[in-house]
């Protein structure tokens, strides 16, 4: 392995040289600069790649990986980058879907050389698993192309996703679940001539997110501005998952901020939202932890995002002897937070009430390291694209005293920076 320290330019300069690269992928860090936020990976050129489906997609996926190295000074030096869609999710809990499905259930590519960025000290690194030269410096950033104005077409009306809510309300009233993570998709038809790199240079300057990320393949790509760890796994096996239910939006002034934020953290209903997904996690993460390792050190911890509040909880554990990352994320995808409790009934109530697949939308975008090491988040407020359609996805948690309509608009608020950037 080799790491040699670059001059530094910033993520943007490099998307703007590399806009025609195929299989392009980028683990990017924006908004506030926080230990979770710190750090952004830019890969390209992968030595093999993987677009899979069926019970072999795992073991596939697997097959990508190398022996295993040594840790080394950065959180990424090579290692895989892909994406699980949460029709993947399905099968690993055995869900039957009424709905088709043309996304793939695996997007991933194995990168031998990475450019890591450092965004609180401003610094740039190289790596290489075989001592490739880096890449040459971008010169003056050529401004992103404007994206196009698109139509989406919503996939339920107003009213009938009201309706919705109340079908999954009165599932809960009847003991049938606690929860569930009830949603919508958007979709248009891809412009011929839209730029992919330029598209998500312009998201993740209008919605910065701690976990977003890019994965462009010739068959599907996926762009997006995630605020949700799902999964992070150190090469010693600690295990960290952060659940967020409960949501707020900013205020207009720090002050109006601040009285947004307390009433967030008073919320009932938003704290048992938050209370029974971080029960669940606990369960998930439980089925490949060492005996008593699992804990909770965060309960319910208000943060702050580019467009909104939520409520975030930590749970943490340590993975059993002889798994690894990808054990992780089979024993626990689909997430959590985007799919409700319990999970496996959760799961096929939201199939009878949602009018179209999810494709991408809540499943997960990870990187799994040549050291054993991994990270993940859950895929919200983000598009995928295929050759021909583009969609997005957005919705909310329901419990029993949600009321349908706040809970519609609250949906809309978080579709908004996306539909936004499509409107000239």
Known sequence: MNIVEQPWRTPDAFLAEWADEPWLAMLDSGGPITERARWTVLCRRPRSTLVASGADAWSRLRALMPPRQPSGPLPFQAGVIGAASYGAGLRLENVPSRHVDPTPEIVAAFYENALVFDRQDKRLWWSSLHDAPPPDLPGCTRKAVLPPSVAFAPDQTASAWQQSVRTVIDAIAAGDIFQANLTQRWRARRPAALNLVDLYRHLRKTAPAPFGGMLISPEYALLGSSV???????????????????????GRNPEDDRRIAAALARDDKEYAENLM??????????RVCATGSVEVPELCVVERFAHWHHLVSSVRGRLKPGLDAIDLLCATLPPGSVTGAPKHRAMSIIDTVETSARDIYCGSMFRLGVDGAMDSNVVIRSLGISRDDMTLGAGGGITYPSDPKREYDEMLLKAAPLLGMFRA
Do not use: V
């Open 228 to 250: 949700e760890r799902f999964l992070q796994l150190s090469a010693t096996g600690r295990i960290e998952t952060r659940p967020i239910k409960g949501t707020a939006p900013l």
């Open 277 to 286: 997904i971080t029960d669940l996690m606990r369960n998930d993460i439980g």
